[in-house]
């Protein structure tokens, strides 16, 4: 199902925030009087625009998790899943500062920088992970990332990923500006995250 087929919708908490309310499609900004901002309906389509992503949540890695929440095991049991796939085939590659990056490059940064979304056929940076790959080097995230020059750099950092050194690496840069011309991700948000910034730090830190 192509993304053209689901209808974009964006709702907003109440000031008691015990309810929502559809938003009318227009950016919001400073939600509650909050650093947060809801996009509009057409900013939601620059990124959320490749035929294979549509909505949140929904990939087989993002749902190969143990724990609370909806599980591939969950769907396969109730099946809703043909084919099914089991979630140990989902799992990430790699050390656990591996698993955790990739994992989160790939929730928030792969609807926009894949193969068929703008970011990804733009640039060639992809961080969308396919399911069954046993070593992280098969990634596209590592194929298209570590050492790998950027096409944007900056002042001692030319690369995407500089192996062993994040403050070299162009993805730290970009996550960690919210500067218009050059912040990660580049709307939708005046903050920076630094749960996920620490993340990707270590990660590249421990290359």
């Known amino acids: 199902m192509g993304f053209y087929n689901w209808e974009t919708r964006a709702f907003l908490w109440n000031g008691t925030q015990d309810a929502v309310v559809e938003n009318d499609g227009e950016f919001v900004e400073n939600v509650l009087g909050t650093q947060h901002d809801v996009p509009s309906r057409d900013m939601c389509r620059q990124?959320?625009?490749?035929?294979?992503d549509g909505v949140n949540g929904f990939s087989a890695v993002q749902l190969a998790h143990d724990g609370p929440g909806i599980t591939l095991d969950d769907l396969n049991r109730e099946e809703r899943l043909i084919p099914q796939l089991a979630s140990m085939d989902a799992r990430?590659?790699?050390?656990?500062?591996?698993?955790?990056?990739?994992?989160y490059l790939h929730a928030n940064c792969a609807h926009c920088h894949q193969a068929d979304g703008p970011a990804g056929s733009l640039t060639g940076l992809l961080v969308r992970v396919d399911v069954g790959l046993e070593r992280p080097e098969e990634t596209q995230t590592y194929r298209s990332a570590v050492d790998v020059p950027g096409n944007w750099v900056a002042v001692g950092a030319r690369l995407r990923v500089a192996s062993g050194d994040s403050e070299a690496s162009t993805i730290v840069r970009r996550m960690s500006s919210r500067e218009p011309a050059v912040q990660m991700p580049p709307m939708g948000t005046e903050i920076v995250d630094p749960v996920g910034l620490e993340l990707v730090r270590r990660w590249i830190n421990g290359m």
Do not use: I, K, V, Y
């Open 47 to 52: 990124c959320h625009s490749a035929n294979s």
């Open 92 to 103: 990430l590659p790699g050390d656990e500062a591996t698993q955790a990056a990739l994992g």
